[in-house]
């Protein structure tokens, strides 16, 4: 079992699971312009990997098989407002009736970094749907520790004030719970839900940094205390290089991913390691000197696996962040 980051040829077994899973609603215009609306999203600025994965078992014969998606957006204070002041369940519907609307929810890169670097972000986490509903299933079991790997890797480093969460049944409300958040509303199953999807009701779940004391905060929730900022100051295509390659991506792989030359991976990877050796020279001990030491020396590849260790260890230095002006 593994999570990555949703690319457009997934979208078709993304979509599958989701009409399998039946348990989120969605009115049948949203349902008809879904696979568009993503692909758009995906599509939006490429150097800005976006909060939409899925989980694939690679056990199963042929080809892996998705097994859960789940999708994050940071929205607009005032979409968060009032999906808060006016709660209805079905959180994917209602952003994306928006967006068919003619209303952009959705904060662009230059916004989310203004929020990175003042006030913080409203995050909408608007989607979670598993193949298997019960909780106990060895598979749930299995993708358990990857569901809180998954939300590290698409959520840690940015500077999340306040979130919403949408989950189905009380199993899942009640993990979400466990793990910080607090009970906003329970609503009723949409009578369009097949009839063999019991226990389904949606849950919404939030965390507001604002009204949530250091004492109650919970592990799930504890990176959203103290945001700090980056240190290195990679720009975003360095930043994007680096995000894939903390998913296992090769240099060959992001280059396809990107449509850039491998050449280009290279010079982003130059570009990052530069930056370390300027702003933390102790972080790969230089050739010299730990030879000097009596240490191993560091380089080539080992100091790539180094410096990719540190920036999983600080996802704030891969996210976006608005330079301030002074000395």
């Given at each position: 079992m593994r999570y990555r980051l949703v690319q457009d040829a997934d979208l078709p077994a993304v979509l599958a699971l989701f009409d399998r899973n039946g348990r989120c609603a969605v009115s049948p215009r949203v349902r008809e312009h879904l696979p568009r609306l993503w692909s758009e999203w995906l599509a939006q600025d490429r150097r800005a990997p976006k909060s939409f994965v899925l989980w694939e078992d690679l056990r199963t014969p042929h080809a892996p098989r998705v097994e859960a998606i789940g999708t994050g957006h940071f929205v607009r204070d005032e979409v968060y407002d009032l999906l808060m002041s006016v709660p209805q369940p079905y959180l994917i519907d209602r952003l994306y009736g928006m967006v068919l609307d003619g209303h952009q929810p959705f904060l662009d890169q230059r916004e989310i970094a203004r929020g990175n670097a003042g006030g913080g972000l409203s995050l909408l986490m608007s989607l979670y749907l598993q193949r298997e509903h019960d909780l106990d299933h060895p598979d749930s079991q299995r993708m358990r520790p990857l569901g809180a790997a998954a939300w590290y890797f698409c959520h840690a480093g940015f500077n999340v004030r306040r979130l919403l969460s949408e989950v189905y049944g009380r199993p899942g409300g009640a993990y979400m719970a466990a793990g910080g958040f607090e009970l906003v509303q329970v609503f009723e199953s949409s009578p369009d839900l097949p009839t063999d999807t019991p226990d389904s009701e949606p849950h919404q779940l939030a965390i507001d940094r604002a009204n949530q004391p250091p004492r109650a905060m919970q592990p799930m929730s504890l990176w959203l205390l103290h945001p700090q900022p980056p240190v290195l100051g990679l720009p975003p295509s360095q930043q994007t290089v680096a995000i894939y390659?903390?998913?296992?991506?090769?240099?060959?792989?992001?280059?396809?991913?990107?449509?850039?030359?491998?050449?280009?991976?290279?010079?982003?990877?130059?570009?990052?390691?530069?930056?370390?050796?300027?702003?933390?020279?102790?972080?790969?001990?230089?050739?010299?000197?730990?030879?000097?030491?009596?240490?191993?020396?560091?380089?080539?590849?080992?100091?790539?696996?180094?410096?990719?260790?540190?920036?999983?260890?600080?996802?704030?230095?891969?996210?976006?962040?608005?330079?301030?002006?002074?000395?």
């Open positions: 390659a903390l998913q296992g991506d090769t240099d060959r792989a992001i280059a396809a991913r990107l449509g850039i030359s491998p050449d280009a991976v290279k010079q982003a990877w130059r570009g990052i390691l530069t930056a370390v050796s300027t702003h933390m020279p102790d972080l790969c001990a230089d050739t010299t000197d730990a030879t000097a030491n009596g240490a191993t020396p560091v380089r080539g590849a080992e100091h790539r696996r180094v410096v990719i260790e540190y920036l999983r260890q600080h996802m704030e230095e891969l996210r976006p962040w608005v330079k301030r002006a002074g000395p």
